[in-house]
C-alpha cells in the first residue's frame, strides 16, 4: 500500500507543477505579485529590501527551485519504498526531473502570455539535483 500511497503523490505532485504552468501568465504574475507585496510589507522592518518587482522576481525562480527541490524528494522516496536500491534508482530519478523540467518550459510555449526558458530548465534540474544529493547525504549509511 505505501509503495501505491507515494507513487500517487509523486504523480499528483507532479500534475501540479505542470497544472501551475498551464496558467495564463497574467494569473501566474499576479500570484508572484501578490506574495511579493506581501513579503514587502512584512519584511519592512528590515532596512534595504528590494522593490516589490524584484522580489517578485527572486519569489519567482525560488519557486522554481522549491517545487522541483520536493518533486526530487517525492522521486526518491517512491524509488526507495518501491526496494530499489540507491544506487539503481539514481539514473531513474534525475532523468524524471530534467524530463519534467523540459517538458515544463515546452508546456509554457503554448501558454498565452508565458514563455520557456532553458535558465528555468537549470534552474528547476538544480533543485532537483541538491534534493537528490540532500537525499544520498541523509541515507548514506542505510
Known sequence: MRKFIWTAVYIVFTVLIFYNSSLP???????????????????SVFTGLPPVGV????????AHFFE???QALLCCRMFA???WSRGASRGYILFLSLL????????QLTVPARNGAIG???LDFTGSLTAWATWEV???NR
Open 55 to 62: 522580489l517578485e522576481q527572486v519569489l519567482r525562480k525560488l
Open 100 to 107: 519534467t523540467a523540459v517538458l515544463d518550459e515546452y508546456l
Open 68 to 70: 522541483y527541490f520536493v
Open 120 to 122: 528555468d530548465i537549470l
Open 81 to 83: 519504498v518501491n526496494g
Open 25 to 43: 501568465g497574467a494569473q501566474s504574475h499576479q500570484t508572484s505579485w501578490l506574495l511579493a507585496e506581501l513579503a514587502e510589507r512584512f519584511g
Open 138 to 140: 541523509l541515507h548514506w
